[in-house]
């Protein structure tokens, strides 16, 4: 197999003549892989689509024609061999030329296409050329056919099978992507190549790995001799001979005592070599390498005295799902590099995540990205590309989707971190409840996609992984799919209706989607939005605040726990601070109840352009104040106070493999620092278990409810409470002062509390665009001294970190002036 990149001399042009007249046809050099709007980007034709209003000023390329066009030098088809065409990715409506000659069309980003090229190439040089419709206007036509489908947002992207947020979604840009968005190439070979590899990875009850291969090898014409196939997995070899002109061939290799591979915080991630080599008698013909990890992943869902479980089972061990649902982490996808997903899964495990979700409305991610979390233990909940939209059962999408599907079970089930696969995002709920039946009137809307199609294809190809219909769902028969009770949940009255503390209303056996919105950090707000003054609701700001009445609701969330400032930088703080204690809230809840609540998915963990939204970390790959309330919230070991039977007890969760000797110090003290009551207690809490303890009488019966706070610390952890919403409280406004000084990689600060500090913070990306704080949120009790800790390469005056609108708390919040 000789492979030849086809990525250099590509060139650009716009082919419909609703364009800007300063690209009207002008050809401009493309980047293959890439897409039209950075190809436009780089010759300096558009503004940056992320820059203030930009994105409304390229709505044109919504329905813009393009042409990509490159020269190669290839030698035509030699005796016997054959030459494929190979794309990995296009998007989405190409028509592919090659000398003028037509090879092929296709209609789907989520697969590759194959294309027999032997009539049309020539010897020497030879043009290539790949045009590109618009995807809406082809949607809009397959709506006008099938008729007209529910779905979410502006455009019908339920139509054509592409990314659903390219088409803008509740935290994305509408920009509409096309391009050559991965590699193309001439394969050139002859006999025959592995057309497709699919290793089944189990572990024997003895502790032997066992690799169930299963190949299909694809015959070159009028060639039949007998073949062999190589295959090695770590320092275990097996050659297993084919016979002439078979197509399939199934063979095992076993590994004894294979070393287990472990999620995060549960053990080691030791991964395997499997290489795959086809040969004749004299040379390779083709290979396949990848990596492997031995384990078991299961899912129960036995019904219980609670309902239905939803309990993701590692190794015969059930594991709490600290979890983050991950979207695209650039609109633009050809700028995510491998190095670029390792900093944010690494970003992920540092906040103590141990799953993350790929979300229905984007697409399969790159190898890059679950190589990544194989190597970091991070496992991958997939969704099948189907988000909140009902979609048609009828061709040509049907075809579409059955072909993607195929491709990517296949391309991923080798990953050790691949958990499970699910349908999509909401649809089933959708029918349920979102007035889709009405609208219908018997037409088809997926279900046969959920409960027939996909779990087909995932029972036949990748038998020993879970398939669940839909996020949220409900194994149990004649239930409503988001039931508490029964499989997993999604809670959005939190956020859209409800304020957060009533996150307690409900006790779910799964929480796969809940969140709080909040802005990103000050550095990537003001380098992308440039309003004067900037305000909540100035023009560019809103258009990077894409939540249906998003700045409202993040009012409301504030207005029962802290001030609504009317300075723009407190505002920031306050709402960056709401979103961080909103999801913690919930998080310990959720954990709190374990084992009858096995999982909660955050949404979400990152963002893909400058935005207001859920995330945790920014476009910038900047953290939010969310991120270390995540990384509290799923800590290991966890005390937090939560309400039972009407009365307040300490939950205590220790997610270790070891018991946790806890000694325990119980503390209601003034603001002040006067220590009120005082008790100590000693227990032990068993591996991956939650203890409940009840709490005295004189810890929780305040005298003064509007200045004290209740504490409960080990050597490992704290939580404190006061007794009252922030807005109740008579804290001192301004408690905090700091020294800072120069160090080495950065600076310290210390930090000394003359009265109680809530929720200590250093805005560090305020002084240095690329200074990063060691740990914020942090509770100051009266007196306490605590040292941050800045990591960055700017030099800058110390005392800037000490800055009132850098240091900041919850305290000061209560007295800020105006012009903040």
Known sequence: ??????????????????VPDDIRGKTVPATVPGSTHLDLLASGLITDPYLDRAEAELAWTHRADWRYTTTFLAAAAGQDQRLDLVFDGLDTLATIELNGDPVGQTANMHRGYRFDVRPFLRDGTNELTVSFASALTHAEKVEATLGRREHVNAHPFNMVRKM????????????QTAGIWRPVRLERWHTARLAQVRPIVTVADDGTGQVELHVVVEWAENLREDLALQITVGAHKRVVRIPAGQETVTARVDVADAEIWWPAGYGEQPLYHLDVVLRDEFEPLDQMATRIGFRTITVDTTPDEHGTPFTIVVNGRPLFVKGANWIPDDHFLTRITRDRLARRVDQAVDAHVNLLRVWGGGIYESDDFYDVCDERGVLVWQDFPLAC?????EEPLRGELEAEARENVVRLMSHASLALW??????????????????????TWGAGYYDDLLPSIVAELDSTRFYCPSSPYSPAEGVHPNDQDHGTRHEWEVWNRLDHT??????????????????????????????????PTSPSFLTHQKAEDGNGKLDRGLASHLPVPSGFADWHWATQLNQARAVSFGIEHFRSWWPRTTGAIVW?????WPVTSWAAIDSEERVKPLWYGLRHAFAPRL????????????????????????????DRQSFRGVTLSLSRLRRTVPPRSVLQLALPDELVQPKNDT??????????????????????????????????????GGYEVEVRAESFAQDVAILADRVAPDAVVDDALVPMLAGEVRTFHISTKASVDPSAFTNPLVLRCANDLHAVPDAR
Not at 502 to 529: A, K, M, N
Not at 724 to 731: F, G, H, M, N, V
């Open 639 to 666: 005390l937090t106070f939560q309400p039972r039977e009407d009365q307040l007890v300490l939950i205590v969760v220790n997610d270790h493999d070891e018991p946790w000797d806890a000694h325990l110090t119980l």
């Open 707 to 744: 200045a004290e706070v209740m504490v409960a610390t080990t050597s490992e952890t704290r939580t404190v409470q006061p007794f009252r919403p922030d807005i109740d409280l008579s804290y001192h406004p301004n408690p905090l002062a700091a020294v800072a000084k120069a160090v080495s």
């Open 422 to 443: 699910n349908g999509g995002n909401e649809n089933v709920w959708g029918f349920a409840d979102w007035g889709w039946a009405d609208q219908l009137e018997g037409r």
């Open 502 to 535: 009533r996150y307690r209303d409900h006790v779910p056996r799964f929480c796969s989607e809940f969140g709080f919105q909040g802005p990103p950090t000050w550095s990537t707000l003001t380098r992308w939005i440039h309003d004067q003054p900037l305000s």
């Open 1 to 18: 197999m000789i492979r030849q990149h086809l990525h250099d001399g590509w060139q650009l042009t716009a082919t419909t003549t609703e």
């Open 389 to 393: 939209a009902a979609y048609p059962e």
């Open 604 to 608: 979400q963990l990152n963002d893909c």
């Open 164 to 175: 659903a947020c390219s088409f803008g979604w509740d935290w994305g840009p509408d920009l």
